[in-house]
């Protein structure tokens, strides 16, 4: 089984709000990845957790806060977000991390009004 | 930096064969990507090869690589309309980057 997966399939917010997108495997992964994807474009890698610790902030705007509570799950809380980051949020997890094989969810699509 | 590169449209009709095209810049590229994404849909692994090896095939897929022409291809046999769909190709460096480079993804479209 290599199925990650994510809620909600879709997201509605106003710039006030304050909202979480959560991110699920139970395949031993030991690496977990959030992706943000614009339309026609491929995805770019946001965050990256090892073993449940932050390895890698692609330079995200702190409004996007990343939390991997155990070795299973990924969150994605966000604040005060901007219309500009309306798109399709994607988790993807690996067996350990570096150069393994990246298995991706459905993705969230985020809408921001 | 690391490029990868592909055409951005495809069309070919219901039966025929679809060869989609990819080349990469690194030659220390360890593991190569098919990526498959339907319409607002996540990516769906469809395959990868080991930069040592010039060819995998795995049902309708078959992929070709020449490491010295950093030329990758995708070939899907008997194509059918539920292939319909962006195919990114991607590559992992041998310095074991979390990093994957995406190519910008070839839609390919399946005439009936």
């Known amino acids: 089984d290599t199925e990650v997966t994510q809620t909600p399939k879709h997201l509605v917010m106003g710039m006030t709000n304050k909202k979480s997108l959560k991110c699920e495997q139970h395949m031993g992964h030991r690496a977990m990845y959030w992706y943000k994807q614009k339309a026609k474009k491929p995805p770019e890698l946001m965050f990256v957790y090892s073993y449940e610790k932050l390895s890698i902030n692609e330079s995200v705007p702190s409004r996007f806060s990343p939390e991997c509570p155990n070795s299973s799950l990924l969150n994605l809380h966000l604040h005060a977000l901007q219309p500009e980051d309306s798109a399709l949020y994607l988790c993807?997890?690996?067996?350990?991390?570096?150069?393994?094989?990246?298995?991706f969810g459905p993705g969230t699509r985020l809408t921001v009004l | 930096g690391e490029d990868v590169e592909q055409s951005l449209f495809l069309s070919v009709r219901e039966g025929d064969s679809s060869v989609i095209n990819c080349t990469y810049t690194d030659s220390s590229s360890t593991y190569l990507y098919w990526y498959k994404q339907e319409p607002g849909a996540g990516l769906q692994l469809l395959t990868y090869i080991f930069s040592n090896m010039d060819m995998k095939q795995d049902q309708r897929l078959t992929v070709l690589l020449n490491k010295k022409d950093k030329h990758l291809s995708l070939r899907i046999a008997d194509t059918q309309t539920g292939d319909s769909a962006i195919y990114f190709c991607a590559e992992s460096d041998g310095a074991g980057s979390y990093q994957l480079t995406f190519g910008k993804g070839t839609k390919l479209s399946v005439i009936p």
């Open positions: 993807a997890s690996s067996h350990f991390s570096r150069g393994d094989t990246q298995y």
